[in-house]
């Protein structure tokens, strides 16, 4: 006889994406209370995505709803497409809804806001600005196979790795293995985009190994360090990045204060029910 299924809302959404198959994948699942974290581990690792979002109403009175991400291989304190992505899936069939807020473990309240200026389903997130700090980790050179001409790190295991030219960060080919072996840092490698197709101010790709990622399609949280970082070097607040992946992503940043503002459009591109036992 067979086992009973519960069923879970489910969408797949490419965030920070202006069409399918672009931008960085998440799944979005609502839940009635919370399931053991074995379970919601299991889910993240069937799904398959460099993180799963769940979100439950928040009865604190704090912020609308709690909200935990899980990539295949762990739980994550910070991630910014996949609140994007659950911001869409609360707001694109409720018109009248212009804003919500999510109460998280390790990043406090976290708020996005509809923005038809960036296009149908554009919307910004406020996400902490993590500033980096100048860093002498000359080990990086060998795990990425390039040498930087700047290295910071924010304590949160944020490491920015600057490099010259665009062509520079297209060309890494990094040692993934080595930099699993580093734990679930965050390896950023950013670079004006000066002569880059995309036109953006800013280049980046981003390699998280031991957090189950070896490169992330488009990353909220690097750009919660990026931002900051590059409103520096550029001398103004807001600039457009760009996430140089094979699948790519269109990032607008902007520095107010202590938060980092990213813009960007979400897609809807499935939906439906996730069966577990029980």
């Excluded at 109403?57 to 899980?70: I, N």
């Excluded at 520079?168 to 490698?189: E, M, N, S, T």
């Excluded at 690097?222 to 970082?229: F, G, M, R, S, W």
């Excluded at 590059?230 to 699948?247: D, I, K, T, V």
Aim: glycine share 10%.
């Amino acid at each position: 006889m067979s086992k009973p299924f519960t069923e879970i809302d489910y969408a797949h959404i490419d965030a920070f994406a202006d069409h399918p198959f672009t931008g960085n994948q998440a799944a979005v699942m609502p839940l009635d209370s919370w399931l053991p974290d074995e379970i919601l581990q299991a889910i993240g690792e069937e799904n398959n995505f460099s993180e799963t979002a769940f979100i439950l109403a928040d009865e604190s009175g704090q912020a609308d709803y709690q909200l935990r991400w899980f990539t295949p291989a762990v739980e994550i304190a910070l991630c910014g497409h996949a609140t994007l992505a659950a911001s869409h899936y609360l707001m694109e069939d409720n018109p009248a809804l212009g804003s919500v807020s999510f109460r998280t473990r390790k990043a406090g309240i976290l708020e996005v806001h509809r923005d038809g200026s960036l296009g149908k389903n554009g919307y910004r997130l406020a996400l902490p600005a993590y500033t980096p700090q100048p860093a002498e980790r000359a080990e990086w050179t060998d795990l990425l196979g390039a040498e930087p001409v700047e290295r910071q790190f924010h304590p949160g295991r944020y490491n920015i790795l600057r490099f010259e030219t665009a062509a520079d960060v297209l060309a890494l080919r990094p040692d993934l293995k080595a930099l699993c072996a580093v734990g679930d840092d965050q390896f950023i490698c950013t670079a004006p985009g000066t002569g880059h197709s995309s036109g953006a101010d800013v280049i980046s790709r981003v390699f998280v190994p031991g957090g189950g990622v070896d490169e992330d399609s488009v990353t909220g949280s690097a750009h919660a360090v990026l931002t900051p970082y590059w409103a520096g070097q550029l001398g103004r607040e807001s600039f457009s990045a760009y996430q140089a992946s094979p699948r790519g992503g269109h990032v607008h940043c902007k520095l107010d204060g202590d938060r980092a503002i990213l813009g960007g459009q979400c897609i809807t591109v499935v939906k439906g029910k996730f069966r577990i036992p029980g």
